[in-house]
Every structure is written in structure tokens, then in C-alpha cells.
């Protein structure tokens, strides 16, 4: 396991998170925490302003309302990441601050630099 590095930080970069730390947390804001399954889980790294990062959780469980991670759009990771459905939890579950937070609620993460799961919402359509 290799935890995150602020440097690799990024919008797109998807990361393990342990979200019971993140909960925990006072340096991060939380506009609707979840409070289902406490289990780490990838979150998707979506704004970068400064030394602050914003995160949303994503999950396989599909719900009408949630919104499908379209499989092109995701690279890097495991065959699991690529192949399986994923979905963000809420769109208004998301966790704000700042970018040492999240580098330290990594310490789960699996995957090495260069390897690890991104989202790109940029796909050609005919």
C-alpha cells in the first residue's frame, strides 16, 4: 500500500479513502456525510483550488438516482475499477479541505503512482 502525495493530487484522481477519518476530521467540511457503509472506499478528486481539494465518494451500488461513472471514462486501477459499474453516492455527498486531509486519509490506498484510478468525463460521441 502506498498512501497519496500532495503532488499527484489532482481533478480526476480517484483515491482509497478511509471515509471515518475524513468524518472525523475537523479540517474537512462535509456537505451531506455518508453514513452508510464505513468501509475506506474511492473517492473522486473533482476541484482544486489552492492547497483545498474537494472529494465525492463513489460506489457499485446502483440507485436510480445516482450517477453512472460511464466505464470510458475510467482508467488506471483495477480490472474492478474499469469493468464494474460505479456510481458517485450523492452528488451533494462531498468532502471539502484541505489537500493534507486526504493525503492522510489514503493510508489504504493499494495502488502505486502511476497506476492509480482516474475519471475523465471527456468522451467523443459520433
Not at 481533478?11 to 468501509?39: H, I, M, S
Not at 457499485?60 to 469493468?83: K, N, Y
Request: net charge negative.
Amino acid at each position: 500500500m502506498t498512501t497519496l502525495v500532495d503532488s499527484e493530487i489532482e481533478v480526476g484522481l480517484v483515491g482509497w479513502l478511509d471515509q471515518v477519518a475524513l468524518n472525523e476530521d475537523g479540517r474537512v467540511f462535509k456537505t451531506t456525510p455518508y453514513l452508510g457503509d464505513p468501509e475506506p472506499r474511492p473517492f473522486i478528486c473533482f476541484c482544486i483550488q489552492g492547497g483545498t481539494s474537494s472529494w465525492a465518494p463513489t460506489t457499485t451500488v446502483r440507485r436510480h438516482e445516482r450517477l453512472e461513472l460511464i466505464g470510458s471514462w475510467r482508467t488506471g486501477g483495477g480490472p474492478g475499477w474499469r469493468s464494474r459499474a460505479n456510481y458517485l453516492v450523492d452528488g451533494a455527498n462531498t468532502y471539502i479541505g484541505p489537500v493534507s486531509a486526504f493525503v492522510e486519509a489514503s493510508n489504504l490506498e493499494w495502488a502505486e503512482p502511476g497506476l492509480r484510478m482516474h475519471l475523465s468525463a471527456v468522451e467523443s460521441r459520433p
